[in-house]
């Protein structure tokens, strides 16, 4: 079956504007992740829903930042007024449910703010 | 806060030469996990760990979990260039959910043929 998928697969936008980075799960994980990854390091946990609802969002770094999953599958990861240090490689995962630790990730989305 | 950490940070072996990483926590996990990145690629998962003193085997890869449960090694025997890429591994932050992992920066290995 299809892995998890995410688009676009690069972003480049200009300081101050607004992005959607989508992440489509396998089909029938309930857990969903979001990680940003700087080059060198490793992935930097951001939040996680279980189902529909954001299990634990301690991750995200200021309210510039938001997600949703209002179906419980498809997850959009919101930044308002990207800033140049926002510029990383966003993953995201899933897994079964949060019990089953197997994350599968995504192929990420490039983000570049300038 | 919890750190937890890698090393060494780069290894580069000949083809042939084993490989080890170690990964240690500053808190006690109740699991830990590792993950590869190939260059260029997304991690992957390798492997979950969760009893104190663990040891699991995957053909050439050697996963080991200490006693205290605040580190673990990975080994490979006899390395080939498909080994080539990121080691990371993982365990869920204290006082967090389950889902929030925090992971090492990783050992980046190269495989010279």
């Known amino acids: 079956g299809a892995g998890v998928s995410q688009t676009p697969s690069n972003k480049v936008t200009e300081k101050g504007k607004y992005v959607e980075l989508r992440c489509d799960p396998i089909?029938?994980?309930?857990?969903l992740y979001w990680y940003r990854q700087s080059l060198g390091q490793g992935p930097e946990f951001l939040i996680y829903?279980?189902?529909?609802?954001?299990?634990?969002d301690s991750g995200l770094p200021n309210d510039r930042f938001f997600a949703v999953r209002p179906e419980g599958s498809v997850s959009t990861l919101k930044i308002q007024r990207t800033e140049r240090g926002d510029s990383a490689v966003y993953l995201c995962a899933s897994s079964l449910s949060v019990g089953y630790n197997e994350q599968f990730f995504g192929p990420g989305t490039r983000l570049t703010v300038l | 806060g919890q750190q937890v950490m890698q090393i060494p940070q780069y290894q580069h072996v000949q083809e042939g030469e084993d490989f080890t990483t170690y990964c240690n926590s500053s808190t006690t996990l109740s699991n830990i996990q590792w993950y590869k990145q190939r260059p260029g690629g997304h991690p992957v998962f390798l492997i979950q760990?969760?009893?104190?003193?663990e040891v699991k085997k995957q053909k050439r890869l050697t996963f080991q979990f200490g006693e205290a449960k605040k580190n673990s090694s990975l080994h490979i025997t006899a390395t080939q260039t498909t080994d080539v890429g990121t080691y990371f591994c993982?365990?869920?932050?204290?006082?967090?959910?389950?889902?929030?992992?925090?992971f090492g920066k990783g050992t980046k290995l190269s495989v010279k043929p």
């Open positions: 760990l969760v009893k104190s003193g």
């Open positions: 993982a365990g869920p932050r204290y006082g967090g959910s389950q889902g929030n992992l925090i």
């Open positions: 829903f279980q189902g529909t609802g954001a299990a634990d």
């Open positions: 089909s029938g994980h309930t857990a």
